[in-house]
């Protein structure tokens, strides 16, 4: 396809996503594009930090479900070089080109390459508050020129739709007051109940009061399990 | 507080726009090693700063904290004269409503914080002010997602290519009462960030009617 082409078509592609607000319909645009050059397999994420759960973090994905299986069970985000470089690094990069250590983050590459992620590229994409990665993979990639700076572009766009799809559905799920965050964050940081009491000038009976509600709608069991999931959320930033 | 300098009331803050140029060669050429704009005298300074350009300073205690500044894109500008290939797929957007952004930055100890949001905060607020309806910008790709999430809209002017080795993209940033909104809520800001301009935006030109009622 001449360069102007895939251009045209990737600025046409980003003015339809505007209007777009279902993970599929968003998926697909970047997926038909990325197709042509080789990737099969397709994931839009945050990185979780370790309070996280990877699955919470995830946008979208058409991904290997073997090694999506085997990644989250073994749990190897924690030494994922890929996700550890998106932290370092402000442009897309291939796999080939990350820096792996040795040990188990060399693991994590040789692994995906057993279950058929032979070549994979990757856009890391920081925001305010955490850094995310949409990742595309494959037998082989053939990702040049036009075709490389576009997907980058596209990636980018499709990123932020998911990510405010993402932001819309958790808004409607969770309402938690202004309160209960507050008592929330403050708990995250160590402080006891007595102690939140104190800062925001309530009674400790007060204070347990906005545990449980808070708890209740995030579907928490325990003060610990509101705090995370609260994190998840995105409802509170400690 | 986030205050807005050009040529007729430049006299009123002594060197500070001297200054910025000082602390944008600590930045733009030390730091962040964009080689060819030194010119090896410690002083940040282009064709671009000239009677025509808006300063934005963020001055906290007497202390320059950050900056950027608007230049007309009637003129020769950066992405007319510089970087014209970025726009190659929806052309250089030119107009006496659309101002060229630049030379974005906070120093050292006032990152990750207050300043960089009052400092996006008022680019929306002069905007909105003075009757622009976009501005265009020549950027590092991965500034995307900070835009998009203080609630910029930013329409591509062709796809990203590598400039000095980092991803680089020209965008139109709309100015909307919707984008001054979202970048407040996200800053935490509760009300405007610039300092009053001598009363000049405001009674001599009269305030921009936008549908959506914004009170700035």
Known sequence: MPREAVAAEVLRSIEDLESTTDTDTIMNGV????????????????????????????????????????????????????????????????????????????????????????????????????????????????????????????????????????????AQSVQLTDREKDVLLLTAWGKTVLEVGEILGLTPRTIGHHIRTAAEKLGANTKAQAVVMAMQRRCIYP | MIHVVDAINRHKYGDMIERSYRIRHEIFVDERKWQNLDRGNGIEQDSYDTADTVYFLAIENGRIAGGHRLFPTTRSHMLSEVFPHLAAERGIPQGPDIMEWSRFFVVKEFRGGRVNMELMAALQEYGLRNGLQAVSAVFETWWLPRFHEAGFRVQPLGLPDEVDGAMTMAGLIEIAPQALRKVRTVGGLTGPVLAPLDGRDRSTREPVQHSEGLHL
């Not at chain 1, 983050?105 to 040789?110: I, Q």
């Not at chain 1, 490389?148 to 998911?162: I, P, S």
Request: with cysteine; net charge positive.
């Open chain 1, 31 to 170: 997926v038909q594009f990325a197709e042509r050059y080789g990737a099969t397999y397709f994931i839009f994420t945050r990185i979780p930090n370790k309070y996280q759960n990877f699955r919470d973090m995830i946008y979208a994905k058409r991904w290997s479900d073997p090694w999506y299986d085997f990644y989250t069970r073994h749990r190897l985000i924690d030494s994922d070089p890929v996700a550890e470089h998106c932290f370092k690094t402000n442009d897309p990069f291939f796999w080939s080109d990350c820096p792996i250590p040795r040990g188990r983050s060399r693991t994590v590459m040789t692994s995906a390459r057993d279950y058929g992620l032979k070549e994979g590229w990757s856009v890391p994409l920081h925001g305010f508050d955490g850094t995310g990665c949409a990742s595309f993979a494959g037998a082989s990639l053939s990702l040049t020129g036009e075709a490389r700076r576009g997907l980058h572009l596209l990636t980018m766009y499709a990123a932020e739709r998911l990510r405010v799809v993402d932001e819309t559905r958790k």
